[in-house]
């Protein structure tokens, strides 16, 4: 039996049609939008995760210069070989920024591709009326705005682990005009990465409970108690490096050296 469309051609020959040949008589549906649905959902969660251990990170520099210091030595491995390798943060930057495509590659396929999609979705919106609804869409454009920013903030990352650090992020985030960008950085991935997780939660049903709309007033509250707790924070972290930054402006490149280290050379410089 001949499977597909038959088209005749100007020689009168029949031609296969290869769009959509064969996919309504196949015999078992494809497993492939199930597998996309849960990679799609595993690199989500790796990346929600990782946000937060980054955001604690970076905030390090609310305590002291001093521990932003240690932080960024200890992923540069100098607690473990004695000597500073910032390729190893380049080694965890491109597994991270892997991630990143991975997941904006299989999320690309929800986004509404036409404007008819689009103005149905927002049909459906106005019906349903209801947050969760409305909180995909905040998905949609807060991912759409990552492609761009995420990107440009990796790729410094992956290209010059060498100037992180308490004057190097000062001086990249003032004098080198980065915080625009982060601020705008900071609001997408907070509200997309609190809005993920708690879609996984939903979705994968983690905390079903014999009470499941009870289950998700809780998650809901939960997931803006932690974007609003990381959202300070990081507006408290990106006011910091702003000052440091600033009151650094006048000798851009200099390296930080760590209080004790200072003290050090201070008293050799008296003996
Ligand atoms: C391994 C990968 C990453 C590394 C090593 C890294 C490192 C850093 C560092 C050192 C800073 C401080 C400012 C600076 O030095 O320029 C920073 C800030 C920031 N990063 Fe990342 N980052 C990574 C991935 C990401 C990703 C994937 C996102 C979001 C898509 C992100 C969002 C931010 C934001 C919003 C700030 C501003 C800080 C704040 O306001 O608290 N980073 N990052």
């Not at 002291?64 to 607690?79: A, H, I, P, Q």
């Not at 060498?162 to 900071?186: A, E, F, K, N, T």
């Amino acid at each position: 039996m001949t499977r597909g469309v038959r088209a005749y051609g100007d020689t009168g020959k029949s031609l296969e049609v290869i769009a959509g040949v064969g996919l309504g008589d196949r015999s078992r549906k494809s497993r492939w939008p199930a597998r996309m649905d849960f990679l799609q959902s595993a690199t989500g969660l790796a990346l929600g995760l990782f946000m937060w251990g980054h955001m604690l990170f970076v905030a390090s520099i609310l305590v002291s210069n001093d521990s932003m210091w240690r932080v960024t030595k200890l992923f540069e491995g100098y607690y473990f070989f004695g000597k500073s390798y910032p390729g190893i943060v380049s080694a965890i930057v491109a597994i991270v920024f892997a991630l990143f495509m991975g997941h904006a590659f299989l999320a690309m396929r929800k986004f509404p591709a036409s404007y008819r999609q689009y103005r149905t979705f927002l049909g459906h919106r106005t019906l349903m009326a209801h947050t969760d609804t409305t909180l995909w869409w905040v998905q949609v454009v807060t991912g759409f705005l990552l492609f761009f920013l995420g990107s440009a903030h990796l790729y410094q990352m992956l290209m010059h682990p060498g100037d992180i650090g308490p004057y190097g992020s000062g001086d990249r985030v003032w004098s080198g005009h980065w915080w625009p960008l982060y601020l705008v950085l900071l609001f997408c991935v907070e509200l997309h990465g609190g809005v993920g997780l708690y879609r996984l939660a939903v979705k994968w049903d983690w905390f079903g409970g014999d009470d499941p709309d009870g289950t998700r007033r809780h998650l809901s509250a939960f997931k803006w108690g932690i974007t609003a707790f990381l959202l300070v924070l990081g507006l408290a972290t990106l006011a910091a490096y702003m000052k440091i930054g600033y009151e650094h402006r006048d000798r851009v490149g200099e390296e930080y050296v760590p209080t004790w280290l200072q003290e050090d050379g201070r008293q050799r410089g008296t003996q």
